[in-house]
């Protein structure tokens, strides 16, 4: 599937790749998973492509100390090959011109807070302080940015009005942070790029800053069966944000119905 991505995306000549997280479906990939992945990335960096790449939950570490499932490419040092993993703003060169981008990693309390921070809080107030922190640092990237430069979020994490397909709905932590599309559209901000939510959504309703799941490659479960699966192609300019949904042709998932009222050993 990531194949039919990037030779759509190099035959329309894009300028750079933005990945929103979850590169594998666990944190463990199989070596075949990271050998195909790898093979992609190496032909996004052979056509002088800038790629940001974010880490999402999925990704994360399975414990203290050990890297995500995405930081070795990052130890490569490969050119134009951008892995972050904390709160962070870069600046890329394209064929085009500049872009900033405001990244936000799938947010953990252990990157925000310390663990005396959180020990005498509740569940809820941890969470609303998290929102509060991410909606402040965009606020805080936005004032350092080159009004003469587009600007794109490029986050893992929920917004609350987000569309759940299928398993999410029971797989979305109550303790997770979720912002409010508010704080994806204020002044300044040309396009929100966004991760997590499985099914392709436009949060802003036509509307500027656009503010888009563009959902995942693949189908992962039946509550996706009618799910449209894709990618997206932005074009960004200051104040001014577009983009176009490609739908890709992924494996399809069938129900199929037999009624056995009438058999006897059914």
Request: charged share 25%; net charge negative; proline share 8%.
């Amino acid at each position: 599937t990531l194949e039919q991505v990037l030779d759509q995306a190099f035959e329309l000549g894009i300028d750079a790749v933005l990945f929103a997280g979850d590169a594998y479906r666990t944190n463990r990939p199989t070596p075949t998973q990271e050998r195909e992945l790898a093979r992609h990335i190496e032909r996004i960096g052979r056509a002088r492509v800038p790629l940001v790449m974010i880490v999402g939950n999925h990704d994360l570490p399975p414990g203290p100390g050990q890297a995500s499932a995405i930081e070795v490419f990052r130890t490569l040092k490969l050119p134009n090959i951008h892995v972050i993993d904390r709160p962070e703003m870069i600046r890329i060169e394209t064929r085009r011109g500049p872009l900033q981008v405001v990244c936000i990693p799938y947010p953990t309390r252990h990157k925000l807070f310390t663990r005396e921070d959180v020990r005498q809080l509740s569940e809820d107030r941890i969470r609303q302080m998290m929102e509060e922190i991410l909606t402040q640092f965009i606020t805080n990237e936005i004032e350092k940015k080159n009004p003469s430069e587009p600007l794109v979020i490029l986050a893992h994490l929920a917004v609350s009005e987000a569309n759940l397909s299928g398993t999410e709905r029971m797989m979305l932590l109550a303790e997770e942070p979720k912002l409010l599309p508010s704080a994806l559209t204020q002044s300044g901000i040309d396009y929100a790029a966004l991760g997590h939510i499985h099914r392709f959504q436009d949060l802003s309703r036509g509307e500027q800053p656009p503010v888009v799941y563009p959902g995942a490659l693949e189908r992962i479960d039946f509550g996706e069966e009618k799910d449209k699966k894709g990618f997206v192609i932005v074009d960004v300019e200051p104040g001014r944000g577009r983009y176009q949904f490609f739908p890709l042709a992924c494996r399809s998932f069938v129900t199929i119905e037999i009624d056995l009222t009438e058999e006897d050993n059914p």
